[in-house]
């Protein structure tokens, strides 16, 4: 087993990994090596691929076996996980998750929050919460500036604030990584940058962020590296000057686009 506390292991090594769903090939030889402390966008046209991605990155689907048998996908340099022990290392949340979350089943928002530690949703009779899990629960509501929310029933929550909470669930176990798809959807433009700016806090402080998204404008000038998807493939991969170019992305999302840039963060219009 590798040192996961060790920066040389690749948060993610995904070698031509191709899926299928029915009878469509969804992603197509897709290769992508990640490494810790590499904070990186997967950016993509509806349709391109992202949410199979992350889908196999959580273990939820499996790729095609290769020819030689060699694995297609290993996490932290390993190719056999349990879905709770990787979910410690890499925080996952995406819309599904949040749905499931905000459901009318009622949970209040602390309670959502520490029992990320039982990876269950909600405490139970036999959940033990110790004195170091509240606290733990309490500092990653204030990190996600969720803290008032406390007492409050997660369906009653808008969006933007129970994205917070769930992101705050998923940083109780002080993951590696946070995979984070479609991390701005239904947030207004004011919402969306004050959470940024969160998300830009945890960057600065020792977590890798995958930020996955069909969006230019919520690429975080901490993020340095981006994933151009289209129709299942890697497009383009490298730098997000090199890749987040006017010609880039109007091959990507077939369509004329203008990039601006402003603040460290880009903008893209459609020409
Ligand atoms: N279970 C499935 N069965 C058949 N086709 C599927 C299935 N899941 C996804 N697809 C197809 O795979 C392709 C990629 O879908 P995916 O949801 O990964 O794209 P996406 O980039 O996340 O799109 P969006 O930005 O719209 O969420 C789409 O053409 C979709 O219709």
């Known amino acids: 087993m590798p040192h996961l506390s060790d920066d040389a292991t690749p948060l993610l090594d995904i070698t031509e990994a191709s899926v299928m769903r029915g009878e469509q090939l969804i992603l197509d030889r897709l290769s992508l090596h990640l490494a810790m402390g590499q904070h990186t966008a997967i950016l993509g046209p509806n349709g391109s691929g992202k949410s199979t991605l992350i889908r196999l990155i959580a273990r939820q689907i499996y790729p095609l076996a290769r020819r030689d048998g060699t694995p297609v996908i290993r996490i932290f340099g390993r190719d056999r996980w349990n879905v709770s022990e990787l979910r410690s290392l890499i925080g996952i949340v995406s819309p599904a998750v949040q749905l499931d979350y905000t459901s009318d089943t009622p949970l209040e928002v602390f309670d959502a929050v520490v ?57 109780v176990h002080r993951p590696r990584a946070l995979l984070l798809d479609e991390p701005c959807a239904g ?57 987040l170019t006017d010609a880039a992305l109007t091959a990507a999302f077939g369509m004329p686009i203008r990039t601006t840039q402003h603040g460290g963060y880009y903008n893209a219009a459609v020409d």
Request: charged share 25%.
């Open 115 to 171: 029992s990320g530690f039982f990876s269950a949703r909600g405490l139970w009779v036999d959940h033990q919460v110790t004195a170091s899990m509240r606290e733990r629960a309490h500092d990653a509501l204030a990190q996600m500036d969720a803290s008032h929310l406390v007492g409050r029933e997660m369906a009653s929550l808008s969006t933007g604030e129970a994205r917070r909470v769930l992101i705050a669930r998923a940083l």
């Open 187 to 243: 947030l207004d433009p004011a919402s969306r940058r004050r959470f940024l700016e969160s998300l830009r806090h945890l960057a600065q402080h020792g977590t890798t962020l995958v930020l996955v998204t069909h969006h230019v404008e919520e690429i975080l000038p901490e993020i340095q590296h981006v994933v151009l998807l289209r129709e299942g493939r890697v497009l383009h991969e490298g730098s997000k000057m090199d890749v």
